[in-house]
């Protein structure tokens, strides 16, 4: 096997694979998929094992393999590699596109569900059918031959441009760096951000140090430095990435206009009044207009509290900092001291308690109490030497599924924290079958240690991995045998944060925090007074962070729903929802859809709602944990079972009721957001 991207015998050969494999697998793959689908139009009679097994045998493969480069240009990214990815990409997608529209698939799937055979099917095949049908209409198979093709071709583009809007974030991030000579100027900056910096210079031969629009600089700089105008030169250069400020080639403007237009002629084709429509199609919630009615009704039970937090904030500003006129480059800085000064706390001082050992295996400890599993550390390839590899078994010893985590940020690595699968969760037919057991990828962007010190992660940074692992817990524990349906494949995308954002309940617990603590020169565990004074300050700015997250949503939602791109402009609509529900501004300059990648090119299009939707049915979730705090591995348990294992093999709303009992409530979340009546 001289190819690895052609090697599925184990884990993915991530040391061996390099750009110039790309073209030579996708050339077998596609083949193959297309051998398979042309055997399958005519096979007879239609059954499981005839129709649908070989057909998902070959273009999971495909799946696999093209998985592992997607995967590469966004951890690992080169100039060959994103070469071969462009020239690769319009085949593929092509494939997809045209595999959606195909009839004569289409056909045999409805065979399939009008046949004695369907009555007998278990839940998970039956929903593989069902959600079949519905992908193949949502696919353009229904539409005359001339609007297929044009389907197709929009499909096309489309992806293409979000892998452009994707680079152009990429490169015009990676392409900022403020070399700065004198210390002083970094007055109020932590010592191992600093160190960092200075670290940074030495790499490119400067002297002095380097300041970046990477996260683990970028934040600590608006949070803590006492130069002002830094923390503006810093706000500016990353406000203004990927738009008409910078360099041509990477003004993302022409790339929105055209996404959102081929968006619309998409839903358009489909027979849809919107992309919002086309997109509500496989969520839980059902009209545009449902989905308004959610955010603005959440918008007007928290922008009192947005604007008490504003206030207390300005005033703040005002008496105890002499800044007369709140700029946004000063909300992080003036935030932390208001903090400080309220709480007696410090993120920065917490920091120094979550050191990166302590946290993993209290992270592990809390899996294995809810679930019964284990984590351990395990051996295959790997992309970058920082990445590790584990292993996740159950009581018995059985291989449960296995997990990478790929901490630290770098140049060259897409910014955030993700998710993705590798391989899923699949029972294989016949004598030579078995289990296939899923692989996922966890990936964040922390500072890493240095100088012999381990990496020590901010309390948000915590939740932030807690929230991933819940995201790679619910396609590690799924107990759902068939692909389309296994682990997150087929739930609803706006439930699909439910188990992610339930995880980080488990970082407010304090015998949680206590036992991932330890400070990084003394190994003394958090002390109870200073966890005591984060948790006051909790809920902190919450109604400012909430409507935050609403004018994203809201903006979403109303730019493909509202929305005519021949008529409107972007900036325009952003700020008519500012006008609704912010209480913070940015500058007219800044250009926040620029660099929205979520919806531009994260497949949240339509979709970034489903965070605060999610976030409802995950507060009531979690709430059933506190009304039985001496029962947490029976509830852990339902849990496990009723949502995790079932993945998308029953509706979400389903899974939920079937765990607590009844429909969701509103409550948990308002209370947990400290904006309960």
Request: aromatic residues 10%; charged residues 25%; proline residues 4%.
């Amino acid at each position: 096997m001289t190819n690895p991207l052609l090697d599925f015998s184990g884990a993915p050969r991530f040391d061996a694979i390099r750009p110039e494999h790309v073209a030579p697998a996708m050339d077998v793959l596609l083949a193959e998929a297309e051998a398979a689908v042309k055997a399958a139009e005519t096979v007879a009679p239609v059954t499981w094992e005839s129709f649908i097994v070989p057909l998902e045998d070959a273009t999971e493969r495909l799946a696999r393999a093209w998985g592992q480069v997607t995967h590469l240009q966004a951890v690992l990214h080169s100039k060959p590699l994103r070469e071969a990815y462009n020239a690769n990409l319009p085949r593929v997608t092509r494939f997809y596109s045209t595999l959606g529209q195909n009839l004569a698939l289409f056909a045999p799937y409805r065979t399939l569900a009008e046949s004695a055979e369907f009555a007998g099917f278990d839940a998970a095949r039956r929903k593989t059918v069902e959600h079949a049908l519905r992908d193949f209409r949502l696919g353009g198979a229904e539409l005359s031959d001339d609007r297929k093709a044009r389907f197709s071709q929009v499909r096309e583009e489309l992806a293409a441009l979000a892998a452009k809007f994707s680079e152009h974030v990429l490169d015009a991030t990676d392409a900022f760096a403020l070399y700065v000579e004198d210390a002083s100027e970094l007055a109020g900056l932590p010592d191992d951000v600093i160190d960092a910096c200075r670290a940074a210079a030495e790499q490119d031969d400067r002297s002095g140090y380097k300041l970046t629009l990477q996260m683990p600089c970028y934040l600590p700089v608006q949070a803590y430095a006492d130069n002002r105008a830094l923390r503006e030169q810093l706000y500016r250069a990353h406000g203004v990435r990927a738009s008409e400020t910078g360099p041509a080639e990477l003004d993302n403007t022409a790339l929105i206009d055209r996404i959102l237009a081929l968006r619309a002629e998409l839903a358009e084709l489909l027979g849809f009044s919107s992309y919002a429509e086309v997109s509500l199609a496989t969520k839980m919630a059902r009209t545009p207009e449902e989905v308004l009615a959610f955010l603005r009704d959440l918008a007007a039970r928290a922008k009192l509290f947005a604007q008490r937090d504003r206030a207390e904030l300005e005033a703040f500003a005002r008496d105890e900092l002499d800044v007369e006129a709140l700029q946004p480059w000063d909300l992080g800085y003036v935030s932390e001291k208001l903090k400080q000064a309220r709480y007696r706390y410090s993120g920065q001082e917490v920091k120094q308690y979550f050191t990166e050992p302590k946290v993993l295996a209290g992270l592990f400890d809390v899996i294995g109490s809810l679930y019964g599993v284990t984590v351990a550390q395990d051996e295959a390839p790997v992309w970058h030497e920082d990445v590790r590899f584990y292993r996740l078994t159950d009581a018995g010893g059985r291989l449960v599924g296995q997990f990478y985590l790929d901490l630290y940020a770098r140049e060259g690595k897409r910014g955030g924290a993700w998710m993705d699968d590798c391989r899923n969760r699949r029972e294989r037919p016949g004598a030579g079958g078995g289990t296939q057991t899923p692989l996922v990828y966890l990936v964040c962007n922390f500072g890493k240690g240095a100088g012999g010190r381990p990496a020590t992660f901010r309390h948000d940074e915590v939740t932030t991995l807690f929230h991933e692992m819940g995201h790679g817990l619910h396609q590690l524990l799924t107990e759902v045998g068939e692909l389309s349906v296994a682990g997150i494949n087929g739930v609803e995308w706006d439930a699909v944060e439910l188990p992610s954002q339930f995880m980080e309940n488990f970082c407010w617990e304090w015998e949680r925090v206590q036992a991932m603590t330890a400070h990084v020169e003394t190994g003394a565990p958090l002390p109870r007074d200073l966890f005591d004074r984060m948790l006051a300050a909790r809920h902190f700015q919450s109604g400012m962070q909430t409507v935050r997250q609403l004018e994203f949503a809201l903006f979403d939602m109303e730019l493909h729903s509202r929305f005519n791109p021949a008529r409107d402009d972007v900036m325009a609509l952003l700020e008519r929802v500012r006008d609704e529900v912010a209480v913070n501004r940015p500058p007219a300059w800044h250009r926040f859809p620029h660099q929205f990648a979520h919806i531009f090119a994260g497949g949240y299009a339509a979709g970034y709602y489903s965070y605060k939707w999610a976030e409802v049915l995950s507060a009531d979730a979690y709430a059933a944990f506190e009304e039985a705090p001496d029962q947490l591995a029976a509830t852990g348990a339902r849990f496990r079972d009723e949502i995790l294992a079932r993945g998308g093999s029953r509706p979400a709303l389903e899974n939920f009721k079937a765990f607590r009992g009844r429909e969701p409530a509103i409550d948990a979340l308002l209370r947990h957001s400290g904006m309960a009546d």
